[in-house]
């Protein structure tokens, strides 16, 4: 009996160390909702959405929870007209496998058909305030991740794409990178389509709300090094000629950013591809930004 106490003394000794990391580690994380992993759907209650609930998709790191202590950066990354949070995973699954590489948090809200704008026709949607404050505080809150714009991003695709710069830009203390794959960078040309007049009543009524709602007129007010940008369209994509714009009035303002093209339309076989060099630019992004913090 005394060897058999004197055992278990000794275990207790030598495990003592380790459990009490194990607390402190456990003490010191905050936890991702238990649904929210390995990725699944979280609700978010909302001011400013319909029906005062929306969805997102969270993709966290595999070793998010193994890793108590570690701080994540953030991708936004916003679907395209008539999507729902879940299209990005359901046609790219590899997203899991780049958050694992890159050890980044990618989430996917439902802006249902808002454009990603505060709506001017129905003032109580506003999509704009839900993505870049709302949310941004939600997520920052229930995971662990690193509190900055110098580790946050935005993107998405055609509808996204346009949400993403209209939220990257307007908000650079939130996001300090944005960018857009196949986006509607433009929506004048396009004044019947994709329920844009819901948000801001019909562009023969309403020039000045239309010409103050969209991407490219945006640029007068940016200044060199205030973002870090990326845009990236097809050349057969019904997108391309605004995008060409945008870019060219980008470097007419002297405003730094990446512009890519590629064959290709406006399709998931296009975006698939599209996404793994947004991701790696926002990647670069985090990894300088950590770099300049341990100097």
Known sequence: MKKLSAILALSLALFAPVLAVAQQSRASSVK????????????????????????????????????????????????????????????????????????????????KRSWYWD???????????????????????????????????ITGLSMGGHGALWNGLRHPDVFGACGSMSGGVDIRPFPKQWSMEQSLGSYEKNKDVWDAHTVVNLVDSLKPGQSKIIIDCGVADFFYKVNQDLHERLLAKKIPHDYITRPGGHSWAYWKNAIEYQLLFFHNFFKDNAKTLQK
């Open 32 to 111: 991702a909702p238990s649904n929210a992993l390995h990725p699944n759907t979280v609700t978010v209650k909302s001011k400013n959405v319909d029906n005062g609930y929306t969805k997102i998709v969270a993709i966290v790191p595999k070793d998010y929870e193994e890793n108590a202590n570690a701080r994540y950066p953030v991708v936004y990354l916003l679907h395209g007209y008539g999507d729902n949070e879940q299209k990005w995973i359901k046609e790219k699954p590899q997203l899991q496998d780049i958050s694992d590489k890159y050890g980044m948090i990618i989430i996917c809200p439902d802006g």
């Open 119 to 153: 709506s001017v026709a129905k003032p109580e949607l506003k999509y704009e305030t839900f993505i870049s404050k709302e949310l941004v505080d939600f997520v920052d809150s229930h995971y662990r991740t690193l509190k900055s714009p110098k580790f946050r991003a």
